[in-house]
């Protein structure tokens, strides 16, 4: 088991990779979108994309100005334990390395009515921007496993998650998730993007297959379905920044999870921009 001050270095330094890096994947996935652009102006954007991440990773900055707001998935093993004081040392290691990435300054301090309207004034520190709640689940391996993902406001604002009738038919479902998709790449502005997509019994349940769908998601492996989607909504010649071409979006990442017998099924739809998913991993056990 590693010590407190181990955990927090690990996490400190996985939130500033996640903020500054691209994976190797993702790189490729832009490369082989930038190779098959016709477009001159959309090759130009995903180039001018790429470059910026390689210089964040080179000089281990934020990848963009919203810096995102930390959401962690916790993966543990059969015969690990997660201890309250661990939880202090995920807490710690984020706060910290909010402050070494940095993060833009983006809390609103004050009571519940402050914060929403925004009169409670903002926190000048960088960690004071809270984490979402940690995603705890189980993994096949001896080990715990943290997943750290830094959620821009731009896809938020662009995601919906909603009921879909599914009338006993998968293609159904498909052809809300791309009609959802389509709408919201449209908007969105900071493309390409990676549509990251969860299925379940309830918008919490749905909302966590998206998150999960991102700490799993490989732009070099696609399913049937996310092949699809990724498809049909690239053709709708949004491209990159709106300026038409054969990318706005570079992959989709799908999951489902379990269902009810039901008529409804609950969808998640949120099209990342295009430095995201921001995503850094940390052995913490």
């Not at 955990?7 to 190779?35: H, M, N």
């Not at 960690?127 to 096949?140: N, T």
């Not at 549509?195 to 399913?223: C, K, N, P, T």
Request: proline fraction near 5%; aromatic fraction near 4%; glycine fraction near 10%.
């Amino acid at each position: 088991m590693k010590t407190y001050e181990e955990i927090v270095s690990l996490v400190r330094d996985a939130l500033v990779e996640a903020g500054s890096t691209f994976r190797e994947d993702k790189k490729e996935a832009y490369r082989r979108a930038i190779a098959k652009e016709s477009n001159e102006q959309a090759k130009w954007v995903m180039e001018t994309v790429l470059a910026n991440a390689e210089a964040a990773e080179e000089h281990r900055g934020p990848l963009c100005d919203d810096t995102g707001i930390p959401h962690l998935v916790l993966e543990v093993g059969e015969d690990c334990a997660v201890t309250g004081r661990m939880l202090d040392a995920i807490r710690e290691g984020v706060a910290q390395g909010l402050r070494t990435l940095p993060g833009r300054p983006m809390g609103i301090m004050g009571d519940d009515s402050r914060r929403i309207d925004q009169s409670g004034g903002l926190n000048p520190d960088s960690a004071g921007v809270e984490p979402a709640p940690i995603l705890l689940r189980r993994c096949s391996e001896n080990t715990i496993r943290l997943h750290v993902l830094m959620f821009g406001g731009g896809p938020a604002i662009r995601a919906k998650t909603y009921r879909v009738f599914h009338r006993h038919n998968t293609q159904v479902v498909l052809d809300e998730i791309v009609k959802w998709a389509t709408e919201g790449v449209a908007q969105l502005g900071c493309s390409p993007c990676t549509l990251a997509v969860g299925i379940g019994r309830s918008h919490f349940e749905a909302a966590s297959m998206m998150l999960q769908a991102q700490a799993d998601g490989r732009y070099d492996v696609q399913s049937e379905m996310e092949a699809e989607i990724t498809r049909r909504v690239n053709e709708a010649d949004i491209g990159p920044l709106g300026l038409g071409g054969r990318t706005s979006v570079l992959a989709t990442f799908l999951k489902v999870g379990p269902q009810r017998a039901s008529g409804v099924r609950i969808v998640c739809v949120r099209p990342t921009c295009c430095f995201e998913p921001r995503i850094a991993t940390a052995e913490l056990a």
